[in-house]
T-cell receptor, first 112, second 116 residues
Framework: SQKIEQNSEALNIQEGKTATLTCNYTNYSPAYLQWYRQDPGRGPVFLLLIRENEKEKRKERLKVTFDTTLKQSLFHITASQPADSATYLCALLSGGYQKVTFGTGTKLQVIP | EAGVTQSPTHLIKTRGQQATLRCSPISGHTSVYWYQQALGLGLQFLLWYDEGEERNRGNFPPRFSGRQFPNYSSELNVNALELEDSALYLC???????????????FGEGSRLTVL
């Protein structure tokens, strides 16, 4: 069956360091992979999208990589700040009339 | 531009009752998704409507149902409420789904349903 795993439930990191979050998937051929941020009690907010034919995407302090051979995406936040503390979700879309499916999320805590 | 709006913000019901949640998408968006997020858990896909039609349904019992209106707003109905239905119900909208869609979702702030 299709599965999306974010293999760290929680990640604590010192302010200023680079946070790296992982998203792995099985039995899936996503056309697009998305990353969202969710704060407690709020709806997720879209951050970045990467296409299957793209290796890397950047936006300000954020960087996403997509390896369709390893079936993995890495999400990096450089120069992390306490305000980056939140749960980060990866989501996959196979394309066309396919639903968007979310991973389990990783709760990031940036310690001052 | 207004974002996705959901109502009510909070809803308290008792077991066996029915709950109705509402969602208004961003103007120009024709696709509406519903997700359930129980406390401490991930987003579980419930329903997806696009252009007024149900496109996909998650692994939930038939007492979870919904519809999309001609103005693309949507309603989620939960019948015969059970304690485990207590959760944050999130609605999201996106542009019309085509073979070229990249599917970015824009979420509302959710409706918190508590079943006593």
């Amino acid at each position: 069956s299709q599965k999306i795993e974010q293999n760290s439930e929680a990640l604590n990191i010192q302010e200023g360091k680079t946070a790296t979050l992982t998203c792995n998937y099985t039995n899936y051929s996503p056309a697009y992979l998305q990353w969202y941020r969710q704060d407690p009690g709020r709806g997720p907010v879209f951050l970045l999208l990467i296409r299957e034919n793209e290796k890397e995407k950047r936006k300000e302090r954020l960087k996403v990589t997509f390896d369709t051979t390893l079936k993995q995406s890495l999400f990096h936040i450089t120069a992390s700040q306490p305000a980056d503390s939140a749960t980060y979700l990866c989501a996959l879309l196979s394309g066309g009339y396919q639903k968007v499916t979310f991973g389990t999320g990783t709760k990031l805590q940036v310690i001052p | 531009e207004a974002g996705v709006t959901q109502s009510p913000t909070h809803l308290i019901k008792t077991r066996g009752q029915q709950a109705t949640l509402r969602c208004s998408p961003i103007s120009g968006h024709t696709s509406v998704y519903w997700y359930q997020q129980a406390l401490g858990l991930g987003l579980q896909f419930l329903l997806w409507y696009d252009e007024g039609e149900e496109r996909n349904r998650g692994n939930f019992p038939p007492r979870f149902s919904g519809r999309q209106f001609p103005n693309y707003s949507s309603e989620l109905n939960v019948n015969a409420l059970e304690l485990e239905d207590s959760a944050l119900y999130l609605c999201a909208s996106s542009l019309a789904h085509t073979s070229a869609s990249t599917g970015e979702l824009f979420f509302g702030e959710g409706s918190r349903l508590t079943v006593l």
